[in-house]
Structures are given as C-alpha cells and as structure tokens.
C-alpha cells in the first residue's frame, strides 16, 4: 500500500514516540533530553531498511543485539 521508504520512516516515528520524553506532557520542563528518542528513530529506520532489503528478520535481530551490545558497553 505504501512505498517500502515511507513505510519504514512512518513505522519508526511511530516507534520513536515510546522514547519521547512524557516530563513536558505533565510539567512545563521542556529541557527534556531527546537522545534516547533520536537513536530510537535512527536505529529503527536501519533495521526497517535491513527488512526491506532482506526481507527476513534475522538480520534485523542480529543488528538489534549488536546495537544494544554496543550501547551497553560504551
């Protein structure tokens, strides 16, 4: 229905909502930090555009660990 690009950039905004900071939905503290909610948005268009190449999943989980793995460590 949609193009494989738009499909992937609208399904990561989506995604990202979850790592927005909810502090400026309740109090007026709009200094909220929205790093976590950039990676977010960068890491799932990287693993939406793995899919889409791939059309399987297992790469997507691969890079996913990987991506968390790295996260953890640094």
Request: charged content about 15%; hydrophobic content about 30%; overall charge positive.
């Given at each position: 229905r949609y193009k494989p690009t738009i499909a992937v950039i609208l399904t990561s905004a989506l995604f990202t909502t979850i790592y927005l900071p909810r502090e400026p939905l309740f109090f007026n503290n709009y200094s909220a930090d929205t790093h976590s909610a950039t990676n977010a948005f960068i890491g799932s268009v990287i693993i939406g555009w793995?899919?889409?190449?791939s059309k399987s999943v297992g790469?997507?989980?691969i890079l996913h660990m990987s991506w968390n793995l790295v996260v953890s460590i640094a």
């Open positions: 793995t899919y889409w190449k790469p997507g989980i």
